[in-house]
């Protein structure tokens, strides 16, 4: 059942959650944002293999452009990243204690992963190639 | 001796979506690291780019993205090993998807007869999706 909060927007961002609550926000962001392309994503392989229509290679020519996929990469990388760190954090409820440092290291692993594939990812765009 | 019945907590809807939530992470990790991994042995020939080696971990499938282009797709990945990880790719996606998509909107919408219509349009979408992708799987 829904909770029933007497609290606006803007107050709930002022909650001081710190690193596990920006975690808890963006892994809900990136969930939509994957959902989203992932539902579009099953349409336009539909219709390109059903139609080749101008709809479906327009949005295949929208999702092969390195913008967007710099969006969903992160997305995709975060919400994996996340989805372990809360994984472990269930199965073994003691390291609750250390969800703090659990956090910053999850922000280890992802930036390197993340930073690594988005150089050479700009890198080819820029160089057309 | 009185017995009483006590209510089992656990094995309802809640509790087996949250274990198949975390189950279903955990099997995409798998899955995606054998396609990684195996799109790397057939991409290493033909000077695979990066944008091409990740569209191709998740979904082996040739109407996927018209510009990540491996030349022997026949031969490479239009084969039941590969449909039927896709199947599983497209079944614990979307069930995973689906599920947290119904946990965020009771968190924000309060009254239970949109709860519940929005649940049944999600199952329609969630079904839906499944016989999209696998029509797709089947037919390229």
């Known amino acids: 059942m829904a909770l029933k909060r007497n609290v606006n927007f803007f107050e709930g961002l002022r909650y001081k959650g710190g690193g596990p609550m920006l975690a808890w926000i963006l892994h809900r962001i990136s969930a939509l944002v994957i959902i989203f392309f992932i539902s579009l994503h099953v349409l336009s392989s539909f219709f390109t293999l059903e139609t080749g229509s101008d709809l ?14 710099v969006i969903v990469y992160f997305c995709v ?5 996340n989805g372990l760190r809360i994984i472990i954090l269930d199965t073994w409820p003691k390291l609750v204690e250390y969800q703090h440092e659990a956090t910053w290291f999850e922000w280890l692993i992802i930036i390197p992963i993340y930073g690594i594939t988005i150089f050479v990812m700009i890198q080819r765009a820029i160089s057309g190639g | 001796m009185m017995m009483r019945k006590v209510p089992q907590p656990g094995w309802n809807l809640e509790y087996l979506m949250f274990v198949f939530t975390r189950l279903s992470g955990l099997a995409m990790f798998i899955l995606a690291i054998v396609g990684v991994a195996m799109a790397l042995i057939m991409g290493a020939r033909t000077q695979m780019d990066l944008g091409t080696l990740m569209r191709w ?25 590969w449909q039927i990880m896709e199947m599983l790719v497209i079944f614990l996606a979307a069930t995973h998807g689906f599920n947290g998509l119904r946990v965020i909107l009771d968190d924000y919408i309060h009254s239970i007869f949109w709860q519940y219509f929005l649940r049944v349009i999600l199952f329609i979408l969630w079904v839906f999706a499944i016989i999209l992708g696998i029509y797709v799987i089947l037919g390229s």
């Open chain 1, 56 to 69: 479906a290679i327009a949005y295949n020519t929208l999702y092969e452009s390195v913008y967007f996929q």
């Open chain 1, 77 to 81: 990388i975060f919400h994996a990243i």
């Open chain 2, 57 to 81: 971990t998740f979904f082996q499938n040739p109407n996927h993205v018209l510009d990540s282009n491996i030349p022997d797709v026949t031969a490479g990945w239009a084969n039941g090993f």
